[in-house]
T-cell receptor, first 110, second 113 residues
Framework: QKEVEQNSGPLSVPEGAIASLNCTYS??????FFWYRQYSGKSPELIMS????GDKEDGRFTAQLNKASQYVSLLIRDSQPSDSATYLC??????????FGAGTTVTVRA | DVKVTQSSRYLVKRTGEKVFLECVQD?????MFWYRQDPGLGLRLIYF???????EKGDIPEGYSVSREKKERFSLILESASTNQTSMYLC????????????FGPGTRLTVT
């Protein structure tokens, strides 16, 4: 069973702060890593993908990958109330399927 | 943009009924997936399909079947609905040409009474 673990929430951050979300995975052969955002009552929406070690930035989001440590993270800079959601980490080992973490709920307080 | 649609946003069925949930994607994706999502249990894969008429069981296939007669359409069937199948059902699709990122439909919240 391929395991994906996320830091337990909920995570509460003040508006304008950095939210830091962490994810570890068990399958060393994993190749593709994704972050999904899910608002309450809605479906997951892909917000970031990362495939090689290092950082990848997209607007206020930065994904970081360290394959040696089997660790992937998501930073949300200048957090806004609209960032309040559950963030799911997903990992693929090249077999079409994704393994999902349980999610971390982020609340941005004004 | 990838678009995945599901036949219903909300559905209420009675115990023992046969239930059909349909999913359609418009991006010519080869792979399609059905998940259910329950509080505290996360996303769990029910079935997936990597080609027309091909299907594979996921982690929790019991009580479900699927059908994929056309590439763009993937149906989930509850042969005899039970109350423990009350859940949010999510369909997703992905391309074999990509890096396996999946795109989700809006979900169907099914209540079985």
């Amino acid at each position: 069973q391929k395991e994906v673990e996320q830091n337990s929430g909920p995570l509460s951050v003040p508006e304008g702060a950095i939210a830091s979300l962490n994810c570890t995975y068990s399958d060393r052969g994993s190749q593709s890593f994704f972050w999904y955002r899910q608002y309450s009552g809605k479906s997951p929406e892909l917000i970031m993908s990362i495939y090689s070690n290092g950082d990848k930035e997209d607007g206020r989001f930065t994904a970081q990958l360290n394959k040696a440590s089997q660790y992937v993270s998501l930073l949300i800079r200048d957090s806004q109330p609209s960032d309040s959601a559950t963030y799911l980490c997903a990992v693929s080992s090249n077999d079409y399927k994704l393994s999902f973490g349980a999610g971390t709920t982020v609340t941005v307080r004004a | 943009d990838v678009k995945v649609t599901q036949s219903s946003r909300y559905l209420v069925k009675r115990t023992g009924e046969k239930v059909f949930l349909e999913c359609v994607q418009d991006m010519d994706h080869e792979n399609m997936f059905w998940y259910r999502q329950d509080p505290g249990l996360g996303l769990r894969l029910i079935y997936f399909s990597y080609d027309v008429k091909m299907k594979e069981k996921g982690d929790i296939p019991e009580g479900y079947s699927v059908s994929r007669e056309k590439k763009e359409r993937f149906s989930l069937i509850l042969e005899s609905a039970s109350t423990n199948q009350t859940s949010m059902y999510l369909c997703a699709s992905s391309s074999i040409a990509g890096s396996y990122e999946q795109y989700f439909g809006p979900g169907t919240r099914l209540t079985v009474t």
